[in-house]
């Protein structure tokens, strides 16, 4: 069994910073792709950022040049650091994993944590 879990998100005003961070744990073999993604009331979920295992990043448009995603293999952490926050930001933000949990199963799995509130006011 994989288990994630979010923290850091919050209140902030608008133009400033939050940094969210998920931590990984479980039977897990190695990470591929890890991800930000986030869901406003009443919208659906959207893609926020991804970075691979080999460090490339990709970022939504709407997000490029205010936030950063980060990973820490050894910790099996992804990090999201958020700047010049916007009240269009304010969401649940969800982590999800691509993972392989053994050295026999190619296949590759998706896991999502809980979600942390993001709440930008104006």
């Known amino acids: 069994q994989v288990r994630l879990v979010e923290s850091g998100g919050g209140l902030v005003q608008a133009g400033g910073s939050l940094r969210l961070s998920c931590a990984a744990s479980g039977s897990i073999f190695s990470i591929n792709t890890m991800g930000w993604y986030r869901q406003a009331p009443g919208k659906q979920r959207e893609w926020v950022a991804l970075v691979t295992s080999g460090g490339t990043t990709n970022y939504a448009d709407s997000v490029k040049g205010r936030f950063t995603i980060s990973r820490d293999n050894a910790k099996k952490m992804v990090y999201l650091e958020m700047n010049s926050l916007k009240p269009e930001d304010t969401a649940v933000y969800y982590c999800?994993?691509?993972?392989?949990?053994?050295?026999?199963?190619?296949?590759?799995?998706?896991?999502w944590g809980q979600g942390t509130q993001v709440t930008v006011s104006s």
């Open positions: 999800k994993i691509w993972v392989r949990v053994s050295r026999t199963d190619t296949q590759e799995y998706t896991y």
